[in-house]
């Protein structure tokens, strides 16, 4: 039984992150995730010789840049539940020659991951899609050493990002809410400070800090009324015509002599065990 609820956890989600389309579209936005990079690393204050730990590490963009940071004498582990996006990351981290990167195919929830305890903890967005936090951020402090720190992005809300698909796709499939009646698991899932810091508070972490970011991303047409945004949902040719048409709708707000233009509003959460 225990074994049957451990694999249903974050079944959609684990679905979602290895089906073919989902990844391919996500290897194009992986770019505009780049200018977060800096702040989280610098947020994260990894030293030489430490030992970090990066959930939800997608392509290990961030996992290669940690570990540089941690130098010879650490290192950095990236856990996933991505097979295609892990193997990208391994093949990255392979041709970079870099012996103190490891990738883990695991449910960043409920799994254990091997390489601890970790000094740090890191995520570029790759937090707001557990069904539930509290036990998953249980997990996390759980891997790290007392005193360990904690820093992730996410996005701020709705209302901040009005450029984010997300609320149009939600309308189409809806989602089931968090475990607590929290927002469903998604990328805007994390928006909201007061739920953010209790959801840390229920883990087990300590000193909570909230610190907001905000960069200009200029992107290509088709970037946000994308065909693959929806693939893999399951909706019948008519409803997927007038999803897309949304899409357009929204894309067209953002559209700026050819180019689509989105302020991007994001948030590092910092904490300790
Ligand atoms: C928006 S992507 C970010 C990837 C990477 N951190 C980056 O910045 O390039 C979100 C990642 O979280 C992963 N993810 C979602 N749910 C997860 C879970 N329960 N455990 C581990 N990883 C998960 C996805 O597979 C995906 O790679």
């Known amino acids: 039984v225990h074994e049957e609820a451990r694999m249903s956890a974050n079944e959609g ?16 936005v992986e770019a505009s995730a780049a200018p977060v990079t800096g702040p989280l690393l610098e947020a994260a204050g990894i030293q030489a010789g430490e030992r970090v730990l990066d ?13 540089r940071a941690a130098g010879a004498g650490g290192s950095a582990t990236g856990v996933d539940l991505s097979q295609p996006l892990l193997e990208l990351a391994r093949a990255r981290a392979a041709e970079e020659g870099l012996p103190n990167v490891s990738f883990v195919a695991a449910d960043g929830q409920s799994e254990p991951f091997p390489g601890g305890p970790f000094e740090v903890a890191i995520s570029r967005f790759g937090v707001m899609f557990f069904n539930d936090p509290v036990a998953a951020f249980g997990n996390i402090l759980a891997h790290l050493e007392p005193g360990g720190r904690l820093a992730f992005a996410c996005w701020q809300g709705a209302v901040q990002n009005p450029w984010f698909a997300q609320p149009i796709l939600e309308r189409y499939r809806p989602a089931a809410p968090a475990a607590g009646g929290g927002p469903p698991p998604g990328p805007l899932a994390f928006g909201n400070r007061a739920y953010v810091e209790a959801i840390l508070g229920e883990a087990g972490f300590d000193a909570t800090a909230w610190h907001e970011h905000a960069y200009t991303w200029r992107d290509r047409p088709g970037s946000i009324a994308d065909p693959r945004a929806i693939a893999g949902m399951g909706l019948e040719d008519e409803q997927a015509a007038k999803a897309i048409a949304e899409l357009r709708e929204l894309e067209a707000r953002f559209t700026v002599g050819g180019e689509v233009v989105t302020d991007r509003r994001y948030v590092i959460v910092t904490a300790r065990r």
């Open 13 to 28: 989600h684990r679905r979602l992150w290895n089906d073919p389309e989902w990844v391919k579209r996500w290897l194009e």
């Open 55 to 67: 959930i939800g590490c997608g392509g290990g963009l961030t996992t290669i840049a940690a570990a």
